[in-house]
T-cell receptor, first 112, second 113 residues
Framework: GQNIDQPTEMTATEGAIVQINCTYQTSGFNGLFWYQQHAGEAPTFLSYNVLDGLEEKGRFSSFLSRSKGYSYLLLKELQMKDSASYLCAVRLVSGGYNKLIFGAGTRLAVHP | SQTIHQWPATLVQPVGSPLSLECTVEGTSNPNLYWYRQAAGRGLQLLFYSVGIGQISSEVPQNLSASRPQDRQFILSSKKLLLSDSGFYLC????????????FGSGTRLTVV
């Protein structure tokens, strides 16, 4: 079966750096996504990795190691508005079709 | 630009009543379309996906069904709702070709009472 694991909750201080880890065991891997979801809202796209290495986009960076089935999302210079759930998702190719499977999400609380 | 519309935003339905949620995409053609459900405090569960008109793949056996009567329209239905159908329903789309991400609609919060 497909399995995606990430911590349930994390807390961090405003201005600090936080790393959210994600491990996955899947078949037909074709990329890993990170989404941000504020309470009661739809997820919004943050980053995408298909090759090993680090992708940087402003205050957010995402890393992927396909051989280890591991990714992390790094958030720098944390702001209060970064308090949200962060969803790790793996795109799978099955029967020629793409589908996105999500982990349960990590709820991040940023405090002053 | 492409947009995705989902309605209604909230819905309260009695147990045993029917359900119809609609999702439409504008500004693109031949999109892949998806229905997800998110239970309170949980991750997103893929329910259905569609790669074309009339083509529906179901991910989990359940009380729900999906249809795609037009290229950019995706409908989620139920004949008789259960309490366990409560949740946040999200429609998403992506371009069929290439390595594109998924864009989500604003969601429908369904409460079955």
């Amino acid at each position: 079966g497909q399995n995606i694991d990430q911590p349930t909750e994390m807390t961090a201080t405003e201005g600090a750096i936080v790393q959210i880890n994600c491990t996955y065991q899947t078949s037909g891997f074709n990329g890993l996504f990170w989404y941000q979801q504020h309470a009661g809202e739809a997820p919004t796209f943050l980053s995408y990795n298909v090759l090993d290495g680090l992708e940087e986009k402003g205050r957010f960076s995402s890393f992927l190691s396909r051989s280890k089935g591991y990714s992390y999302l790094l958030l720098k210079e944390l702001q209060m508005k970064d308090s949200a759930s962060y969803l790790c998702a793996v795109r799978l190719v099955s029967g020629g079709y793409n589908k996105l499977i999500f982990g349960a999400g990590t709820r991040l609380a940023v405090h002053p | 630009s492409q947009t995705i519309h989902q309605w209604p935003a909230t819905l309260v339905q009695p147990v045993g009543s029917p359900l119809s949620l609609e999702c439409t995409v504008e500004g693109t053609s031949n999109p892949n379309l998806y229905w997800y459900r998110q239970a309170a405090g949980r991750g997103l569960q893929l329910l259905f996906y569609s790669v074309g008109i009339g083509q529906i793949s179901s991910e989990v056996p359940q009380n729900l069904s999906a249809s795609r009567p037009q290229d950019r329209q995706f409908i989620l239905s139920s004949k008789k709702l259960l309490l366990s159908d409560s949740g946040f329903y999200l429609c998403a789309w992506r371009k069929r070709e290439g390595l594109y991400g998924y864009t989500f609609g604003s969601g429908t919060r369904l409460t079955v009472v």
